[in-house]
């Protein structure tokens, strides 16, 4: 980067994290240290739980799914605006005039301490994980700037995180939410805008030729359980993900219990219903605008500079060299064939179709020497889990950006993640404190005392969530591996409160058992069938209540009929 951008990233990211700090109140009591005393304003309150979750994954994981698989996203979210209906008629209400800290103390004035701990458990391992990957993003950007391996890119990124987090607490995440969220947008806005102008062709011609790669294709009504993203799993089986991921996981249920009322509670999570759709279906084009871009523009055979550098080191360097030779030749092909499609549309009609038929061929072609190439890299490294969708992105900033903007990019990038990281290290924290150190080993203690085990734990989760990091970023797509750890725990918590709320003569060994059972069936299936991970919510869901729902009739004391302890 320019030393223009250095200034602008270091600059803006010393004031942001500032004038954070400097809002921040009452953070020397636990209230205010984990729920602000409840005083953030509904707007502020609704930006922090976007901004948690148009975090740098967004920027980078799924711009590269747009790159690589277009528009069929975006079916993942039809559900979200029926959930936070849903949430904002049940759980929102519930957990607001309740008083509790965690989702999960209200499992224990329900049913027993045994289940409110094992509930916090599951949500404590797959947030973990799910922050590991959060920080994976911006250390993928990390590894393109100062050329680093991961694991040093991932440790600059999470120690800052881990100590802004020991030092603001709930507030200072909020109000530092606000501010990214708009260097956020006006920083996609800006990426959307070069990639137009950098294409040759007029915007509908480009559109026209991604939509020939399959690009633009929105919807797929196919109701196969092992097709991951179609309209069927994207409002059903995403339903129950975003009703357990915003109503039971504690870094969203943290994030409106910081609201000054039950109504401005509610007002923060509609406002994901209403922007959410739209500002990922502009995440999404911005990534299919890159692919236009780089027809015509020569990408290279692969994005990730560290592991390519690494292959032509080694004995697979002619093969390397070879498969880019044929590279070269491909794309000279691929954008002959858009060029004619965009001359064909404006000129003779009988050729559009042929056009389009040489732009998938083509494009097929790409697709396959990249394959090699990956395979490649696999083989010669011994990574078996090497992908480079999440490099895309970070390279098109780096490489095509003006000077400035670039550094506001990559602080968008790194910021929105340190920021996100602060916002599920202060849940796992308060999950950690309240469900386990408070409950279990030290009941009766001074706020100053347990604050003090927060900022411990927030350093132990932040160390946790760094290894992790290194894990995930080679797993493919990271918005897909963020929703896959979800996907295989949030079924299950779901189906705990479900059966806690709508079942009420479900006891605590119900609900125990059930929840076990709905563990167990999610890892039959993820292990045994190839169902989309999407579905293991409603596997989840449903097993711990038609298990949890049995278990209780069972073992309910004969001839009662009343409800379980509330």
Not at 127 to 153: E, H, Q, Y
Not at 359 to 366: G, L
Not at 467 to 477: D, E
């Amino acid at each position: 980067m320019h030393l223009i951008d250095w200034i602008v990233l270091l600059g803006l990211a010393a004031w942001i994290i500032h004038d954070g700090i400097k809002r921040t109140k009452d953070s020397r009591e636990l209230d205010g240290y984990f729920l602000a005393k409840r005083s953030i304003p509904w707007w502020a309150a609704g930006i922090s739980v976007m901004a948690t979750q148009l975090s740098a994954i967004t920027m980078i994981g799924t711009t590269g799914q747009g790159y690589t698989d277009g528009l069929r996203f975006i079916q993942f979210y039809f559900a979200l605006p029926l959930a936070m209906v849903v949430l904002c008629v049940t759980l929102v209400p519930f957990f607001y005039n309740s008083g509790v800290y965690t989702a999960y103390e209200y499992l224990e004035k329900r049913f027993d301490a045994k289940t409110r701990s094992f509930t916090s458990l599951l949500f404590l391992i797959s947030r973990g994980m799910s922050c590991g990957a959060v920080i994976s993003a911006p250390a993928v950007v990390l590894s393109l700037v100062l050329d680093w391996n991961l694991t040093a890119t991932a440790l600059a990124i999470s120690l800052p995180a881990v100590v802004y987090t020991m030092v603001g607490g709930v507030q200072a995440v909020t109000w530092t939410d606000v501010k990214i969220m708009a260097i956020i947008v006006f920083g996609l806005v800006a990426v959307v805008v070069t990639a137009i102008v950098g294409v040759p062709v007029g915007v509908g011609d480009g559109l026209s030729i991604a939509a020939a790669t399959g690009r633009l294709r929105t919807f797929d009504f196919s109701f196969d359980l092992t097709n991951q993203y179609t309209f069927w799993s994207g409002t059903i089986a995403a339903l129950f993900l975003f009703c357990s991921y915003f109503g039971t996981d504690q870094s969203q249920v943290q994030r409106y219990l910081t609201a000054r009322s039950v109504d401005e509670a509610r007002h923060s999570l509609l406002m994901s219903a209403y922007w959410k759709i739209p500002l990922q279906l502009l995440v999404l084009l911005l990534g299919v605008l890159v692919f236009v871009f780089y027809i015509f523009t020569p990408p290279p055979l692969l994005f990730s500079d560290y592991e390519v550098g690494r292959l032509k080191r080694g004995e697979h360097a002619a093969a390397y060299a070879a498969l880019e030779s044929e590279f070269a030749t491909a794309l000279a092909a691929r954008r002959a064939a858009a060029t004619g499609l965009a001359e064909a549309r404006h000129g003779d009609p009988a050729r559009v179709e042929p056009g389009r038929a040489a732009v998938r061929s083509t494009n097929a072609e790409i697709d396959r020497i990249r394959a090699r190439a990956s395979a490649l890299v696999r083989e010669a490294n011994d990574d078996r889990r090497f992908s480079d969708v999440n490099y895309i992105t970070p390279t098109f900033i780096l490489t095509q950006l003006p000077v400035g903007l670039v550094g506001l990019l990559m602080l968008a990038i790194i910021m929105a993640a340190t920021d996100t990281i602060a916002g599920e290290l202060n849940s796992l924290s308060t999950a950690t404190v309240i469900d386990f150190y408070r409950r279990w080993a030290k009941p009766t203690a001074s706020d100053a005392h347990y604050l003090t085990v927060s900022k411990i734990a927030t350093g132990l989760w932040g160390v946790f969530a760094c290894a992790v990091a290194v894990w995930a970023a080679a797993l493919g797509s990271l918005i897909e591996v963020v929703n896959r750890i979800g996907s295989f725990f949030y079924g299950s918590i779901l189906g705990v409160f479900i059966l806690a709320i709508a079942v009420p003569f479900a006891g605590g060994t119900g609900a125990f058992v059930g929840l076990i059972a709905g563990m167990v069936s999610v890892a039959w299936v993820a292990s045994y069938t190839n169902v989309a991970f999407l579905w293991q919510n409603v596997v989840g869901a449903v097993a711990v209540v038609a298990v949890g729902t049995v278990v209780s009739l069972i073992s309910r004391p004969a001839g009662s009929a009343g409800v379980q302890k509330r």
